[in-house]
């Protein structure tokens, strides 16, 4: 019997790199995509036209970028490196969710942000337990078990935000189809 398998195509791969990373700090608290611009703008449909160039279907595609993400998560590759980014979190509110970056007084963040990325957050990022937010509306990270169930937070837990956000901009991953197994999501 074979396992189901998930396209990953390269309007998938185009529509995660422009996915905006927040932070909820709700349970133990983990990076989520930002429900109100989930691809760097408030028109999330008009986002995903722009990207795949199909008028219906927006609705169908953005719930497939949970799997998507999910797919992407386990199987691209990043060097450790210094990474930079711009930060788009700065023109949104914050609301609903947050950035570890804004300052709690002034409410400000950093448009750009710069940061090292360890070989170990890139393996505590393709560990993450990616799930759908359906209150939400969008993929986000299990708060309550962010690498799976029993596995202990790392002191240095809330740099899974910006560490995810370079991943999806800067991680290698081409397009292909992918089975969900028990080890997780591989190629098929």
């Known amino acids: 019997m074979t396992e189901p398998t998930f396209e990953l195509t390269l309007e998938r791969i185009a529509l995660i790199r422009r996915m905006v990373v927040a932070w909820n700090s709700e349970g133990v608290g983990a990076p989520i995509v930002h ?21 219906d279907g ?17 199987n691209a590759v990043l060097k450790p ?33 710069t940061f090292d990325v360890t070989a170990e957050q890139v393996a505590r990022v393709q560990a993450l337990a990616i799930r759908w937010d359906a209150a ?11 690498y799976g169930p029993g596995i202990e937070l790392p002191a240095e837990h809330r740099e899974m935000q910006p560490v995810l ?24």
């Open 58 to 74: 927006a609705d169908e595609e953005h719930r497939a970028l949970g799997d998507a993400l999910a797919v992407f998560t386990a």
């Open 81 to 113: 490196g210094r990474y930079a980014y711009h930060n788009t979190l700065a023109k949104l509110a914050s609301d609903d969710v947050g950035d570890v970056f804004r300052d709690e007084t002034t409410g400000e963040t950093p448009e750009h942000v």
């Open 136 to 146: 939400r509306d969008v993929p986000a990270v299990d708060t309550d078990a962010p």
């Open 35 to 55: 429900p109100e611009a989930p691809y760097g703008s408030t028109d999330r449909d008009g986002d995903i036209f722009n990207v795949t160039g199909d008028d």
């Open 165 to 188: 956000q370079i991943f999806l901009r800067y991680g290698d991953l081409g397009p292909g189809d992918f089975a969900r197994t028990a080890a997780g999501w591989r190629p098929a």
